[in-house]
């Protein structure tokens, strides 16, 4: 029996254990009941990263319909930012905007809400795999790793943002990128 539970551990050491973006299950699972769109998470089994939900805030479960989603994740001290990725409908998604006008003259300033229609903006370098068609822009300072990566899945559109992964890792995280299921 020891040799068993021995060789069980060597396994688990030598493949890793199964690690996921799941770290907190039950507010993905609360939060895909609340959205208006199917919500992706990575699938990489090799990467280890603490999850957190940062937009709703703050998240009440079952109070509203959530239009618009981020997730960010670190590793697993928690202390490096690796990724975020941002979530909503790919199509009739509106957004409220502020537009606040300065008046420096006058010190005065005025705030108006305006309302738009999401769009996929189409710039930057083309990236595909399987059926989809993504969009890869690097930060101003090529210098740093990342950049953003956007594209449409399903119904939902998802864009991440990385300083930390380079645009390969984006990609494969991307390509990784399910439908959560609880």
Same mark, same amino acid.
């Given at each position: 029996?020891? %040799? ?19 770290? !907190? ?14 919500? $992706? ?17 703050? $998240? %009440?479960? &079952? #109070?509203?319909?959530?239009? $618009?989603?981020?997730? =960010? +994740?670190? !590793?697993?001290?928690?202390?490096? +930012?690796?990724?975020?990725? /941002? ?19 006058? *010190?005065? =300033?005025?705030?108006?809400?305006? /309302? ?8 930057? #370098? ?14 101003? *300072?090529?210098?740093? *790793? &990342? ?9 939902? $559109?998802? /864009? ?7 645009? /390969?890792?984006?990609? #494969? ?7 959560? #299921?609880?």
């Amino acid at each position: 029996m020891k %040799k068993i539970t021995l060789t069980l551990i060597c396994v688990l050491l030598l493949l890793g254990l199964p690690q996921g973006a799941f770290a !907190d299950h039950e507010a993905l699972r609360q939060l895909r009941k609340d959205t208006d769109f199917i919500i $992706y998470v990575p699938q990489q089994s090799k990467m280890d990263w603490k999850l957190e939900i940062p937009v709703p805030y703050p $998240y %009440k479960p &079952g #109070e509203k319909k959530i239009t $618009y989603t981020r997730f =960010s +994740y670190f !590793d697993m001290s928690g202390a490096i +930012y690796l990724l975020g990725v /941002e979530q909503h409908k790919a199509y009739d998604y509106k957004a409220t905007h502020s537009i606040t006008s300065i008046d420096l003259q006058n *010190n005065t =300033s005025l705030t108006k809400q305006e /309302e738009r229609t999401f769009t996929f903006n189409s710039r930057g #370098e083309l990236v595909t795999w399987g059926d989809i068609e993504a969009r890869f822009e690097p930060w101003m *300072n090529k210098e740093q *790793n &990342g950049g953003f990566l956007k594209w449409i899945q399903g119904n939902t $559109y998802i /864009e991440m943002s990385s300083v930390v992964l380079t645009r /390969e890792q984006m990609i #494969e995280v991307a390509q990784s990128m399910k439908p959560f #299921e609880s």
